[in-house]
C-alpha cells in the first residue's frame, strides 16, 4: 500500500482522505503537511493520519503527493520542496487553473503530473473528477490516480484542452443545481408549503431526476415529455421556464464559467 501524501489539508483533502479510508487506505499510510498546526490536529485526531508541517517531508515519505494548496501558493511550495523532489515520485494537483505545462515548468524536472478537477460533492462521496496527464506521467500513474478519487465518485479521463469546460459544466455546476433547488424550495413556499417541507420535497424531486437521467439511460428531453401531458400542470410550468430564458441561462453560465477558467489559466 502506497503512502500518500498531502500538501495542504482543507476541506477536499479531508473529503479525499475520508474516501481513501473508507475504502481501506490505512490512516498511518497518509501524511499531510498544512501551514495550521489546528488544522493539522484536527485531521490527526479525527482521521488518525500521520501529520507534519513540513511540506518537503512530504516528499522523502510520500509515493504520490497530491497538491491541495491555492493556486497562488504553488511558488513557495516549488521552492521549499525543490531539493528533495525525485521523478520516482507521482504528483497530483487539484490546483484550480495550473495547468500541467506551468507544473512541470515550476516544479523539479522530470515531475510525473496528473491534474484533476474535481468538485464539491466529493465531500459526501458523490463527487465527479476529471483527470488529465502531464507529459511525463505513464499509464499507471494514470491508474493510481483513477484509483484514489474513485474513492470520492465518478472519475473520467479527458484531454486537457477540455478542462476549462469541465470546470463549467462540473467545477461550478453545484452552484447553480443549489440555486435550482432554493428556487424550488421557494416556489413551494409560496404555493402554501412550509419550508421544511418544501426544501425537502426540491430535493428528493433533483436527485430523483438525476437518478432516472443515470439509471433509465433515457435522453433528459424525452423524461420531461413523458412528464408534460396535454394541458397540465407541467407544461404550463414549462413555458414560463421557457419564457425566462432558463434554458439558455444555465447554457450561458457553463459557457461563462468555461471562459472565466481560460482566463485565470
Keep these: ?52 508541517e513540513k511540506k518537503d517531508e512530504i516528499f522523502t515519505k510520500a509515493e504520490v503527493i497530491i497538491l491541495a494548496v491555492k493556486p497562488q501558493n504553488l511558488p513557495e511550495v516549488a521552492k521549499e520542496v525543490s531539493n528533495v523532489m525525485t521523478s520516482d515520485r507521482l504528483i497530483i494537483s487539484i490546483l484550480a487553473g495550473v495547468s500541467t505545462a506551468t507544473l512541470e515548468k515550476q516544479l523539479p524536472l522530470g515531475a510525473r503530473i496528473i491534474r484533476v478537477m474535481p468538485n464539491t460533492p466529493a465531500l459526501v462521496g458523490a463527487g465527479t473528477t476529471v483527470l488529465t496527464a502531464g507529459t511525463k506521467a505513464t499509464k499507471n500513474d494514470l491508474e493510481i490516480a483513477e484509483k484514489i478519487f474513485q474513492a470520492v465518485g465518478h472519475v473520467t479521463v479527458l484531454p486537457e484542452n477540455m478542462l476549462n469546460a469541465v470546470t463549467g459544466l462540473s467545477g461550478s455546476g453545484p452552484a447553480y443545481i443549489y440555486l435550482v433547488i432554493e428556487a424550488l424550495a421557494d416556489g413551494g413556499v409560496m404555493a402554501g408549503l412550509t419550508r421544511d417541507v418544501a426544501m425537502k420535497l426540491a430535493v428528493d424531486t433533483v436527485k430523483g431526476a438525476a437518478e432516472m437521467v443515470e439509471k433509465l439511460e433515457i435522453h433528459p428531453g424525452r423524461l420531461k415529455d413523458m412528464v408534460t401531458s396535454p394541458a397540465g400542470t407541467t407544461i404550463y410550468g414549462m413555458m414560463q421556464l421557457e419564457k425566462a430564458g432558463v434554458r439558455g441561462s444555465f447554457m450561458e453560465a457553463v459557457v461563462k464559467a468555461a471562459e472565466r477558467a481560460e482566463n485565470l489559466a
Excluded: C, P, W
Excluded at 7 to 32: P, T
Design 1 to 52: 500500500m502506497k503512502v500518500i501524501g498531502f500538501i495542504g489539508g482543507g476541506a477536499m483533502a479531508e473529503a479525499i482522505i475520508k474516501g481513501l479510508i473508507k475504502v481501506g487506505h490505512e490512516s498511518d499510510k497518509i501524511i499531510v503537511s498544512d501551514k495550521s498546526a489546528q488544522r493539522l490536529n484536527y485531521l490527526h485526531d479525527k482521521l488518525g493520519v500521520t501529520i507534519t
